[in-house]
Each structure stands twice: as structure tokens, then as C-alpha cells.
């Protein structure tokens, strides 16, 4: 099975969803094929990722942070599928049917997302504990205004 034909038909949810064509398409090499290159330079959409043939020498300085920028966002897209492999179960779903299947993608990112939100909140909660607690303990208000002059 090769993925790489699923470009056009996620463009084109994308674009039934939002209402207009994304900016870029950033995937991996699998998807840069002649095919999807035509297709995404017809509705004017950049696709990242290295041309194909031969190796650019002369690429302008914008095009390198461009590409460096692209690369980041995909590193970072790459790695949450990486922890959600290892840490919630993904990389192990065996389920027979493809509905079974989906649900259990749909829990698992269900359960990344949620997770990070209770992450924030309890940051947050922290955050404003230790505010307290040390508002508290240096400037006790019992002690406010009750100076003894000699």
C-alpha cells in the first residue's frame, strides 16, 4: 500500500472544510511525486520538502529558512506520532475492523490532548499556589502595622 495517492483527497477535505486551498502541504518524501507536485503547483499550494532530481546548489537564503522552517513543523508533527506510539497505545492497535480501528486513533489522540490540558491547568494551578504561599509566608498580614517605635 503506498500512501502517497492520499495527497489530493486530503487537499481536497481541506478545502470542503475551510473553504480555500492550504498555503503548503508539509509531508514527507513519499509524497513528493510528480504526480502531487503537479497537482499541488495547479492550485497554487507549496508542498515542502526537497525537489526532485538533483540537489539545488544555488537555492536563495529565503528558500533554505523556508525549508528549515518546514522541516521543524514536520519534526514536531513527526515526534507527537512518535509519543503517541509509545505512550498511548497507538503503535499497537490490532483491531480487525476499520470503524474499531478509527475509534481507538480517535481515543488515543482524545487522551493526548487531554492530558496536555491537564498539563496547563495544573502548571497554572502551581503557579498561582506558589504565588500565594510565598505571599503568605514573606509578608505575613498579621504582622502589617504592627511596628513598635523606640
Not at 495547479?42 to 528549515?68: D, F, H, M, Y
Not at 483491531?95 to 481515543?107: A, D, G, P, R
Request: hydrophobic share 35%.
Amino acid at each position: 500500500f503506498n500512501e502517497s495517492t492520499d495527497l489530493m483527497l486530503a487537499v481536497q477535505r481541506y478545502q470542503e472544510r475551510h473553504g480555500c486551498y492550504p498555503v503548503a502541504v508539509i509531508a514527507d518524501k513519499i509524497y513528493r511525486n510528480r504526480k502531487n507536485i503537479a497537482y499541488c503547483k495547479e492550485k497554487g499550494i507549496r508542498i515542502s520538502g526537497p525537489a526532485l532530481g538533483r540537489k539545488n546548489k544555488t537555492l536563495v537564503k529565503a528558500q533554505r529558512a523556508q525549508e528549515r522552517l518546514d522541516e521543524a513543523i514536520r519534526n514536531a508533527v513527526e515526534g507527537l506520532f512518535g509519543v503517541g506510539k509509545r505512550r498511548y497505545g497507538l503503535g499497537k492497535i490490532m483491531t480487525k475492523l476499520k470503524e474499531t480501528s478509527e475509534t481507538m486513533i480517535e481515543m488515543g489522540f482524545y487522551t493526548m490532548n487531554l492530558e496536555k490540558k491537564l498539563r496547563v491547568l495544573l502548571t497554572l494551578f502551581t503557579k498561582r499556589a506558589c504565588f500565594c504561599l510565598k505571599r503568605l509566608l514573606y509578608r505575613p498580614s498579621w504582622l502589617t502595622g504592627c511596628y513598635i517605635a523606640v
